[in-house]
């Protein structure tokens, strides 16, 4: 069964843009995405939909279904995760829907949280992925669980940026 996702995206003044629907964008494939395209851009902090959408045909088709006109009621079938994107300033919201209760995985608006979170995001599933295969070294479904080498020099490009953004894990909580 797909994981659906909606991505909230609001312009200037808190004004909605666009609800960008997903059949399969869990947080890390989300999270790691938006990080990357947001630090393409010149100035992150007021990076609009369009290059948020070029990037992803570019680089993460599966991330964008459709583009709704937020005016449009949402369907009643709750989403497995919503994501919310303000900019100017820059607010990112992740939130995982799991039996109707919403828990949330990232409310900032520092690039380096957000780079943090992918790397954590990343490891985590790169973990997971070995877990799976010490057991099993060549099980059908391997070749669709990714390959957690890549997985995780993903994790460590990220913990760069996240410190080039000036994030350090001693200003944070646990």
Known sequence: MPERSILDWYGPGDRPLARIYSRWAPPPHQLPALADCLAEQPEPH?????????WAHAHA????S???DPAVPETPVLPDYR???????????????????WTTLLES???G?????????????????RA????HPHPPFAIHLGDPARLEAAAVRHETSAAAAGWHPDHHPA
């Open 109 to 111: 608006g520092d690039l």
């Open 66 to 68: 459709a583009v709704i």
């Open 132 to 135: 799976l295969r010490e057991p």
């Open 83 to 101: 994501y919310t994107v303000r900019t100017n300033p820059l607010r990112i919201t992740a939130r995982v829907q799991r039996a109707g209760v």
């Open 113 to 129: 949280d957000l780079h943090a979170e992918a790397a954590r995001l990343l490891a985590e599933q790169a973990l997971r992925i």
């Open 46 to 54: 007021a990076a609009s939909l369009d290059a948020y959408r070029q």
């Open 61 to 64: 088709p599966h991330l964008i």
